[in-house]
Every structure is written in C-alpha cells, then in structure tokens.
C-alpha cells in the first residue's frame, strides 16, 4: 500500500502536531475537525512552528512553504476519508467516540485505506470491530523521548495485516521517526507486547 495523503481527525495539539510532521514528509494532509475556529488555531500553529524551524535553521523557507501548502482542512469525516490513504484518530480519549469514528471510516474510507487510533487507552481490536477491514485497523502513539528521539509505536491488533504494519513502518520512516512494532495485549491495552 502506497501513502500519499494523510487525514487527521481532532485539530487539537496532538492532531495539529501529526498534520505538521506528516506535511513536512510531503504528504498531502488533510485535518479534519467540527470546530471552524480549532481549524485555524491548528493552522496558525502549524506556519508559526514551521517559522520557527525555519529561524533555527531546522528547515529551508521553500521546505516550510511547500508543508504549509500541502496542509488543507475539511469539517467532516466523511469530506476527510474521500482522498486520505491513512486515516489517523486523534480525538480526546473517550471510547464512544472512537467507536464511532471507525464507523465512519469504514463507511466513508477508500477501500485499501489504513484507519489509526492514536490511543494508549482504549483497544484497536474493539475498534477494528466497528469495521469490515479490520485488517486495516492498527494503533499509531506518536512518542518523543527526552532525548529528543521520534518514535511511533504501531500498536498491532489480533487482525492488524503484516501489510498494513509494513505501510505504517514506511510512514513512520518517512517522517523521521522510528518505528516500534508492539503486540496489543488484552491485560494491558496501554501498553503492548513486543511482536
């Protein structure tokens, strides 16, 4: 499975933080969030972290540019999955929610789509029920050590594919991150086994 656009859903710090990194690796990002005004909250945060990256040296003008222009936002989930490869849950931690978001997902979603929950709490396999692909369904923790190493947990469900895990391990690759593949274990859904 090729990725080459991405979704976000929820334009909060953790969803705004996603959309930034994924632009910056050159994927078409779409965040998607009900709140007008957290759209443009997220969006100002987005050009004044890439200012910023840019003022340090970090990244190049036309590099900040060129992620700024790849970031676009929509209001609905179902407007988010129509282009999107990676469909990446980052709403705040309440089950039903997330329940429902896989819902529609599943609905909404391009066929081969790899749906994502960003969540350390809550089960990617009960989410990966709410779909007909649970194939599809794995868990994404976005972790930055204090050593300032990037990390990306990818939490593997029962059903999760060797495919869908090897896609998202691309991702994470591309956007400067280490990839970490844990076994989700039903004792302890926070944390995982090693696969």
Not at 64 to 71: G, H, I, K, P, W
Request: proline fraction near 4%; charged fraction near 25%.
């Amino acid at each position: 499975m090729d990725i080459n656009c991405i979704a976000v859903i929820g334009a909060g710090a953790l969803g705004r933080g996603i959309a930034r990194e994924a632009a910056l690796a050159g994927y078409r990002t779409i965040l998607e969030d009900v709140m007008p005004e957290k759209l443009a909250a997220a969006l100002d945060w987005i050009e004044s972290s890439l200012d910023a990256e840019f003022a340090r040296g970090v990244v190049t003008s036309q590099a900040a540019d060129e992620a700024l222009a790849r970031v676009s936002t929509v209001r609905t989930v179902e407007d988010a999955c129509h282009e999107a490869d990676l469909l990446i849950d980052a709403l705040p931690e309440e089950l039903e929610l997330k329940l429902e978001l896989f819902t529609l997902f599943d609905k909404f979603a391009r066929p081969q789509a790899v749906m994502a929950s960003t969540s350390p709490r809550h089960s990617i396999a009960d989410m990966a029920a709410m779909t007909y692909r649970p194939e599809l369904c794995v868990g994404l923790r976005f972790l930055d050590s204090a050593t300032g190493k990037k990390l990306l947990e990818i939490v593997r469900a029962p059903q999760t594919s060797g495919e869908t895990v090897a896609t998202c391990a691309e991702a994470a690759r591309r956007m400067g991150r280490e990839a970490s593949v844990l076994r989700e274990s039903p004792e302890d859904i926070s944390g995982g086994e090693k696969a």
